[in-house]
Nanobody, 122 residues
């Protein structure tokens, strides 16, 4: 069972990137999906999550209004549209799933894949 994040890269401040998360099994259509990130020297932090149905979303305050999470249940995929990027958004981004819902505590999210690097230059 794997979740593979992709779509990272280098962007300028104010620019946009769209991340994709591919689930290896259709089981994940019944899970909430989330995005987390980890910057060098810092702990992994929650970014955004979407409910199993896709009807509800939840964002960290630091990205609210700039990032949009979505999912396509027919393709077993989730996305993170990142607009108005800031240098402080630079991090390794991971996608994860949770059976406990979109507001699950960090310990209830996984599995953790390799992540995709996002670098925002000023």
């Amino acid at each position: 069972v794997q979740l593979q994040a992709s779509g990272g890269g280098l962007a300028q401040a104010g620019g946009s990137l769209k991340l994709s998360c591919t689930a290896s099994e259709s089981t994940f259509i019944n899970y909430a999906m989330g995005w987390f990130r980890q910057a060098p020297g810092k702990e992994r932090e929650f970014v955004a999550s979407v409910s199993a149905t896709g009807a509800s979303t939840y964002y960290a305050e630091s990205v609210k209004g700039r990032f949009t999470i979505s999912r396509d249940r027919s393709k077993n995929m989730a996305y993170l549209q990142m607009d108005s990027l800031k240098p402080e958004d630079t991090a390794l981004y991971y996608c994860a799933a949770s059976r406990r819902g979109l507001r699950s505590p960090p310990d209830y999210w996984g599995p953790w894949g390799q992540g995709t690097q996002v670098t925002v230059s000023s």
